[in-house]
């Protein structure tokens, strides 16, 4: 395989950290503390008289963000995250012993959490598995256990509850928002562009299946406000199920979250009317809990879902690309190389095939062994590859010889690229295990269409006897010709470059 050796400069003051990596943790420091205190002041606006919090998301969110980012994980973390529950609850006029023991409480839950939770997989603290929804829910049991043995000492002075209420109506609190907000932060995407493959088209007409399950929550919501009853918050299900398996982990876990959100905060301000006595401790226990076990079914799909897309992506993967050189191979190459061309010619635009052939190929296997013939294989492959602009494909249509579709592209910048994969290949040198160096070159042979081809057979027999050309003419060379009625070749590759070579071919 090609080396290419890059020198590494020390960098200056090395052992010192830098001032820009200070600066990005202390910004990380502030997002944090904010991101807590705007959570805190959400939950202080919800909370109805003598109850715990109708939503509560600062707990979730200081988990989620832990997890995500292990620099706020830290002794400054956690003083941020403190500071940020004392200043929310200062704000409403809270007592400081009062604050200072609800603050421990959310944080005694949040590091237990973090304990367990930051131990998994990254797959699972993705929920990208299966099971990786049950790992989520003993980490937040867990968590919301501890709060709630920390609330249990500070909810009878609140509501006069027994310890045990306390601690059982805290767990189940903490437990709902937790499966509520919790999966939204771990799925977050991690910013990179999204693939942009699909068409425009394409995504239009996606458009409306993609809205459907969309639609159909929201009118089921609507129908459980206008219904009432005991069944109100189980309307929803059906779609919330429909989501899952449309939507990606990470849309399924926010549409989750608008509905246990809505549910839980129009319960409490009486827009969904149950007919039971909601003052009730032990009714507001239930729901939260219902709430809780519907909001883990979308995602607990939405991840086996997940799971199941990236296989059938690995299975497509495999029947189209070439293994060894992971471009396409034979039949997903002719495949798309004939779609594209028939979009081309609807379009009124151009196109050439470019046959690629690796000189004296046989005879590198047979000096050198296969191994060093497939890291030939490879290294032409990826230099290949490099230069290709959006729409072109490049395929291996068997042994040495390659097949490129450049799309758009008039005979002059089909030739221009052709010569600088040709040139770029030549000054290769593929390394062997004894540090002994073997020097490869390419023939080519190139095919322009008009925008009248449509028929990618056509233009590989016209780009073959091209190549078959180059090889007479002495190799390492392009060869340009017509899609038509087989016009006199051209060879555009110009002098042809001598190199030292460690072996015969």
């Known amino acids: 395989m090609s080396r290419i050796v890059v020198e590494k400069v020390p960098p200056l003051d090395q052992g010192q950290p830098p001032v820009r990596e200070i600066g990005a943790d202390l910004y990380a420091l502030l997002i944090f503390a904010l991101v807590i205190f705007a959570g805190c002041l959400f939950g202080i606006f919800t909370r109805p008289g003598g109850h715990l919090s109708a939503f509560w998301p600062a707990n979730a969110l200081m988990l989620g963000m832990m997890i995500r980012d292990r620099r706020l994980a830290s002794p400054a973390g956690l003083l941020a995250a403190a500071a940020a529950y004392i200043c929310a609850d200062s704000v409403d006029g809270g007592a400081l012993a009062t604050t200072l023991l609800l603050t421990a409480a959310n944080m005694a839950g949040v590091i237990t959490g973090y304990l367990f939770l930051s131990r998994l997989d990254a797959p699972d603290r993705r929920l990208a598995r299966p099971l990786s929804v049950l790992f989520l829910v003993v980490g937040t049991a867990l968590a919301a256990s501890t709060a709630g043995m920390v609330g249990a000492l500070v909810d009878p002075f609140l509501s006069g509850r027994s310890v045990m209420g306390g601690w059982v109506l805290w767990t189940v609190t903490e437990l709902v928002n937790y499966i509520a907000i919790l999966p939204v932060v771990l799925t977050w995407p991690d910013g990179g562009r999204p693939d942009r493959d699909a068409s425009a088209a394409a995504a239009r007409r996606a458009l409306p299946a993609m809205l459907a399950p969309a ?171 490099r230069d290709l602009r959006r729409g072109d494909l490049i395929g291996r249509l068997g042994g040495e010889e390659f097949a490129i579709l450049l799309t758009g592209a008039s005979c002059r910048a089909a030739s221009a690229m052709a010569e600088r994969i040709r040139i770029t290949f030549e000054q290769v040198s593929i390394e062997l295990d004894d540090g002994r160096k073997v020097a490869a070159t390419v023939s080519g042979g190139l095919a322009v269409a008009d925008p009248a081809v449509a028929d990618i057979d056509r233009l590989l027999l016209a780009a073959d006897r091209s190549l078959y050309r180059a090889k007479q003419q002495g190799r390492n060379r392009i060869v340009s010709g017509g899609a038509g009625a087989d016009p006199a070749p051209s060879d555009i590759s110009g002098r042809v470059r001598r190199v030292s070579r460690a072996g015969p071919g």
């Open 215 to 385: 639609i159909a929550l929201a009118v089921s919501g609507l129908a459980g406000m206008l219904v009432g009853g005991p069944g109100a918050i189980g309307f929803p299900v059906p779609a919330l199920l429909w989501c899952a398996l449309v939507y990606t982990p990470f849309v399924t876990a926010l549409v989750t979250l608008v509905f246990s959100t809505w549910t839980l905060l129009a319960i409490a301000m009486s827009y969904i009317v149950l007919s039971i006595d909601s003052n009730d401790w032990s009714t507001l226990m239930s729901i939260r809990m219902g709430v809780t076990m519907i909001a883990l079914a979308p995602i607990t799909v939405a991840s086996v879902m997940a799971t199941r897309n990236e296989l059938m992506r690995h299975l497509k993967e495999m029947a189209t690309r070439d293994q060894l050189t992971d471009v396409l191979n034979r039949g997903a190459f002719r495949s798309r190389a004939q779609q594209s061309l028939a979009e081309l010619s609807k379009a009124g635009l151009p196109a050439a095939v470019l046959m690629l052939d690796i000189d004296h190929f046989k005879e590198i296997n047979d000096t050198y062994g296969h191994a060093v013939g497939d890291r030939a294989l490879a290294a032409f492959a990826r230099l290949a590859a």
